[in-house]
């Protein structure tokens, strides 16, 4: 089956919405409140385009594409459609891009820019509307909300974790918590998926705040050290150190697709804890003192050696940790079983 | 696990036991309650405590903490019974079957009723749709392994899966979820007493020497001695020498109080760890590390992903990568070893590990690779046993219900369980030290059911003190309605209220795992 899309002709397989025929076929239509693993739901209308026959412009991103269908996805009437919505989220709230933690990674920031939206037609409500804050994790700005409806899509689409709604209506529209509750009274677990998927500024973590502006940290690939789940994740470092973890928010790549909880996306801050250990210990007259890793390393082969010598090789054994890599495990047992030769490893699988 | 974790969207109904999946492993807890809300999956609970997965299950078993094998084996009795079993699965693929099918005839609704609370209705709703979904999956972690039947109700689950055919096929399988981020590997690499890399056994000849040949070195054919064994080796003073690399077993063992007597003992105690944990502190020589974020190397995830740690920031002071700490004291004691990056062990690890042996970094760059990967074209294997068990046949085991080594009795009314929390993790010793975790759940607490506390004159936030025969600690009571009468939980992460104080050192014979599920204990409210 084909349709025509800027007067050319693509297939396309049954329950491909227009969107994604387009997307496959290298044509980008912009979207702001869809997201791949979200059924779509139309609202921004962001993505509009004009379809032949039809008497008003659609939304691409919910709209299935037919045998025979012609689109077109940037005719000045289309365009003109996108600029009127775009300016009229500009306009919902306070977007002072200055200050704001999502300032060059903002996808109502870039539309405006592509659109070239220099100066937004309406001016912006009056009232200033307190951040949230008082939780260790997420911050919340509403001043900047677009009520794309994202966040709740993913705390109850994705996580499950049913907590965010749409409330009120019109003017007193907004999105959050049932009962208008604070994260921290309801029943948020901090997930952080709505963070992830918020598109501008009205979600962001409060460990990041002024600490990295978009592009400025280097993105490093890893895997979650929690638990056994093995989520992929972004830490992102900047001047040595790791200010926030991130995932793209599209991101197929198993195991986890872009999702993480508590402790993946907010755990990391003991890396720089002042209790981390910086040097090597070795007890003397009871209490342990700093030593050099010569001494250190030293002390403990020869007092390995010295009691493998008198007590035998099983009188020595090693706990190894499911914490550690791969490697260093492995090592761990070579080192006990090819250089002490004993087989007393273990590690904490049962516990 | 036998599946991989995106395999569970195609499930069709979960028997979900032992594993508190939205705290444990809140991402995989996502694909069951996506499978459930979006796809009509049926999800059956079969835990003690009403935890939040309660909420989206069909049916919910709450049994009495360590009878599990009774309501597992009245599951196979009601499908036996009804006629639901695979009886084509089970002739191709497996053995033993007249055996299992005599022992859990017994197992009637109604008797299973008597041990486990668990009403008869219920169990048979339960069996009915675990034998009848199509593709039913078994979830399960700590809270089935942690008993003094531990292996006896693993071999109960993979007994029901292959008793309605479901195993190897999308969907299904007998999947245990891995506690910490990579217990699976450790597995792997063989920090087990019994085995070398790959599952090889120590024991064996045949299976030792190729490990021989690769490392140059004769070795040892005696199996080990597991961690419990150990601990009561240092307490005898045949254990001198303890090597510990990030590990907290003074909080994370059973009965810590013997655990400290025990490592006090010992002639040579070395801590290897980024904080000075409760098992430093008894140390003689203390090695700092790097954290995970500070170095290289791999992870294998609990659906047997092997994927990448990547450092990003160096490590503080003079703390080293763990390689290299082992690599230099190995070297001291005279051995020969040069590697000079994780990469370079990963790279005999391939070699020695079969499993391992098509794995490299440059293919695991993007994306994490399942074992077994025997070669380098090998896609990976993200469903094991799809037509062969590793044996050749599944054996049916045939497992008794034995009663909780520790009973509860009039002078300790009350059966205690342990467990992780969403907020904390394990013993705490980097969640504690996070912002935002912390904040959550600051203090050690106990669960109490709304009715037992109103016995006792207990209230929301008193302080409690919990005795077992072996200890007591204080912590602060949670009254609601989250555990059954009789039943109490602690979680396992505060060392100020470390639960393992209380623990009971009894272990399950063949696993050796710590019956940390149940013990019994005595509550009062603290003045
Ligand atoms: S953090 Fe997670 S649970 Fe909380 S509101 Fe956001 S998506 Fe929902
Ligand atoms: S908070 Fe963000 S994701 Fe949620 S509706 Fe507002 S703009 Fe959209
Ligand atoms: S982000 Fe959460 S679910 Fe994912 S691996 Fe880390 S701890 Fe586990
Ligand atoms: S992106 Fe299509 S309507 Fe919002």
Redesign the pocket.
Known sequence: MTITIDGKEYTFTPGQTVYEVARDNGIAIPVLCHQEQLKPVGACRVCVVEVQGARSLVASCAMPAEKGMVVTTTSERVLKARRLTVELLLTQGHHNCLVCESNGDCVLQSLAYSLGIDTPRFAEPPTVKPLEQANEM?VRDMNKCILCGL?VR??NEI?V?Q??DFSGRGPTASVG?AFNLA?ED??????????RLCPVGA?YEKQGRFKSRAGEARKVRTTCEYCGVGCQMDLNVKDGKVVKVSTPRWNATPPNHGSLCIKGRFGFDFLDSPERLTKPLIRVDGELKEASWDEAVAYVADKLAVIKEKNGPDSVAGFSSARCTNEENYLFQKFLRAVIGTNNVDHCVRL | MTNSIADMEESKCFLITGTNTTENHPVISTFIKRAVTQRGAKLILADPRNIELAKFATVHLRQRPGTDIAWLNGMMNVIIAEGLANEAFISERTENYDALKETVKKYTPEYVEKITGIPAGDLKTAARLYATSGASSIVYAMGITQHVTGTDNVKSCANLAMLTGNIGRPGTGVNPLRGQNNVQGACDMACLPGNLPAYKKVAEDAERKPFEDAWGVKLPGKPGLTIPLVVEGAAKGTIKALYVMGENPMMSDPDITHVEHAFKNLELLIVQDIFLTETGRLAHVVLPSAAWAEKEGTFTNTERRVQRVRKAVGTPGEARDDWRIITDIANKMGANWNYDSARAVFEEVAKVTASYAGITYERIEHKGIQWPCPTKEHPGTPILHSVAFTRGKGLFSVCEYQPPAEQTDADYPFALTTGRILYQYHTATMSRRSKGLNSRTPEAFVEINTDDAKKLGISQGDRVEITSRRGTIEVVADVSGRVDKGVVFIPFHYSEAAVNRLTIAAIDPVANIPQYKVCAVKLRKVA
């Open positions: 997420i966040c993913a705390c996580q974790n907590v965010l918590p994260y309801s029943s948020c677990v901090f997930c952080g998926e709505c963070v979600l």
